[in-house]
């Protein structure tokens, strides 16, 4: 047995002799800590990237936060000695981006500004306001996350503050930016706020009534000459309801009418129209001109009575004493006429027939000298028509041995 086991023992020492001298067959390649630096590098790189885009992509916080400040900011007179306040400043190279929290000390005071850490170590004051107040903001020893934005962590704490703190403790405070003050309201809520829109509004200045009735005229003149009868109608219509006594409505509207074969209305809008223009010649000659038309010469002498002679005398209406003068001689009434056609030469002395109208009148009252010499210069001044002329010539002759 002590041999089989030397044996074996020296079978194993030489399969352990064999196995030494035997060359690897994989070969492991040396550590190389250099590459595991660049790593690291270049994943802290990517990442400044990555917060730095964040900051320039993150919007701005609005800048309401003065207001919250304002409000916050009590003033205590009873301490000489106000305790250093909170100060919120932000850097003028990447504004609303990044801000720093430091502790400023009040006016009158010679020290300097210091950092909150000095600030809780060195001033008693405000280690008690720690001790009292649990809520106490983060000092800048305590910095925020750089990947959530600074401004808004500020502000929350700020607010954080104003709310949980009583007067007597530190303060939050920022520079107070400009504000434009809100209108006043007035105190009244019927009274009208001024407000710059007002400037633009226009003043419409309310058309009188006599205005208003002529825009009615005007718009049915329109009317008229696009052949719009009916609607001219309405519209003069309307212009002398509301001016009753409007003279070129009333008798653009009679016209109108007449001219539409509705002789009656037009007779009634004139006679209303005397009813309150009494004076107005106009409307006497237009019923004149229908009356004669019709062959109604006893309307023509009723609506042209001698009242109106001085009037027409004062206007000078030819019209008046041609259709007044022709309505007496067909009634026989050869005395109107005979004062009609003498205004008439008077007027237009170079016109033949008021000559031959007035020589007949005078023919028809026996003043047959007159007449003859009339007659004379009617035919002088030529002019007249055949059956005119041969009626003048034989009258003229017929005349002559009358003394």
Same mark, same amino acid.
């Given at each position: 047995?002590?041999?089989?086991?030397?044996?074996?023992?020296?079978?194993?020492?030489?399969?352990? @002799?064999?196995?030494?001298?035997?060359?690897?067959? /994989?070969?492991?390649?040396?550590?190389?800590?250099?590459?595991?630096?660049?790593?690291?590098?270049?994943?802290?790189?990517?990442?400044?990237?990555? +917060?730095?885009?964040?900051?320039?992509?993150?919007?701005?916080?609005?800048?309401?936060?003065?207001?919250?400040?304002?409000?916050?900011?009590?003033?205590?007179?009873?301490?000489?000695?106000?305790?250093?306040?909170?100060?919120? =400043?932000?850097?003028?190279?990447?504004?609303?981006?990044?801000?720093?929290?430091?502790?400023?000390?009040?006016?009158?005071?010679?020290?300097?500004?210091?950092?909150?850490?000095?600030? @809780?170590?060195?001033?008693?004051?405000?280690?008690?306001?720690?001790?009292?107040?649990?809520?106490?903001?983060?000092?800048?020893?305590?910095?925020?996350?750089?990947?959530?934005?600074? /401004?808004?962590?500020?502000?929350?704490?700020?607010?954080?503050?104003?709310?949980? =703190?009583?007067?007597?403790?530190?303060?939050?405070?920022?520079?107070?930016?400009?504000?434009?003050?809100?209108?006043?309201?007035?105190?009244?809520?019927?009274?009208?706020?001024?407000?710059?829109?007002?400037?633009?509004?226009?003043?419409?200045?309310?058309?009188?009534?006599?205005?208003?009735?002529?825009?009615?005229?005007?718009?049915?003149?329109?009317?008229?000459?696009?052949?719009?009868?009916?609607?001219?109608?309405?519209?003069?219509?309307?212009?002398?309801?509301?001016?009753?006594?409007?003279?070129?409505?009333?008798?653009?509207?009679?016209?109108?009418? %007449?001219?539409?074969?509705?002789? @009656?209305?037009?007779?009634?809008?004139?006679?209303?129209?005397?009813?309150?223009?009494? @004076?107005?010649?106009?409307?006497?000659?237009?019923?004149?001109?229908?009356?004669?038309?019709?062959?109604?010469?006893?309307?023509?002498?009723?609506?042209?009575?001698?009242?109106?002679?001085?009037?027409?005398?004062?206007?000078?209406?030819?019209?008046?004493? +041609?259709?007044?003068?022709?309505?007496?001689?067909?009634?026989?009434?050869?005395?109107?006429?005979?004062?009609?056609?003498?205004?008439?030469?008077?007027?237009?002395?170079? /016109?033949?027939?008021?000559?031959?109208?007035?020589?007949?009148? =005078?023919?028809?009252?026996?003043? %047959?000298?007159?007449?003859?010499?009339?007659?004379?210069?009617?035919?002088?001044?030529?002019?007249?028509?055949?059956?005119?002329?041969?009626?003048?010539?034989?009258?003229?002759?017929?005349?002559?041995?009358?003394?």
């Amino acid at each position: 047995m002590s041999l089989l086991n030397k044996a074996l023992k020296d079978i194993e020492q030489r399969d352990g @002799e064999h196995e030494l001298a035997l060359e690897p067959t /994989v070969q492991l390649p040396q550590a190389r800590p250099w590459r595991n630096v660049i790593t690291i590098v270049a994943v802290l790189v990517s990442a400044m990237v990555v +917060i730095a885009l964040a900051y320039l992509l993150i919007p701005a916080a609005p800048k309401n936060t003065s207001d919250s400040f304002d409000e916050a900011i009590v003033a205590d007179p009873s301490h000489q000695a106000k305790p250093p306040t909170l100060v919120i =400043e932000e850097t003028a190279s990447q504004p609303k981006q990044t801000s720093s929290v430091a502790l400023t000390a009040p006016k009158g005071d010679n020290s300097q500004p210091v950092s909150a850490t000095q600030a @809780e170590l060195n001033s008693p004051q405000h280690a008690n306001v720690v001790e009292d107040n649990q809520a106490e903001p983060p000092t800048s020893s305590q910095q925020l996350p750089s990947s959530t934005k600074p /401004v808004e962590a500020a502000q929350a704490m700020v607010a954080s503050i104003s709310e949980d =703190e009583p007067s007597d403790k530190p303060i939050a405070t920022q520079p107070k930016a400009p504000q434009v003050e809100p209108p006043t309201r007035a105190v009244n809520a019927s009274q009208p706020v001024a407000s710059s829109s007002d400037t633009a509004v226009k003043v419409v200045k309310a058309l009188s009534v006599q205005q208003r009735a002529q825009r009615w005229f005007e718009q049915g003149q329109q009317s008229l000459r696009f052949a719009m009868t009916n609607e001219a109608i309405k519209q003069f219509e309307q212009a002398v309801i509301l001016v009753p006594e409007h003279e070129q409505a009333r008798s653009s509207l009679a016209a109108t009418l %007449y001219g539409q074969q509705r002789l @009656e209305e037009a007779y009634s809008v004139l006679i209303n129209g005397l009813k309150v223009a009494p @004076e107005t010649l106009s409307w006497r000659v237009m019923i004149a001109k229908m009356a004669i038309e019709q062959q109604q010469y006893q309307r023509v002498l009723e609506v042209l009575g001698d009242d109106q002679n001085a009037r027409a005398t004062q206007l000078g209406n030819n019209d008046y004493w +041609i259709l007044k003068g022709s309505a007496a001689r067909q009634l026989k009434q050869h005395d109107i006429a005979k004062v009609c056609f003498t205004e008439l030469v008077r007027r237009q002395p170079n /016109v033949a027939k008021w000559w031959l109208a007035l020589a007949t009148s =005078e023919d028809a009252l026996g003043q %047959y000298h007159s007449a003859r010499g009339h007659y004379a210069t009617a035919l002088q001044l030529g002019g007249l028509s055949g059956p005119s002329q041969q009626y003048a010539l034989a009258r003229y002759d017929s005349l002559q041995d009358t003394p």
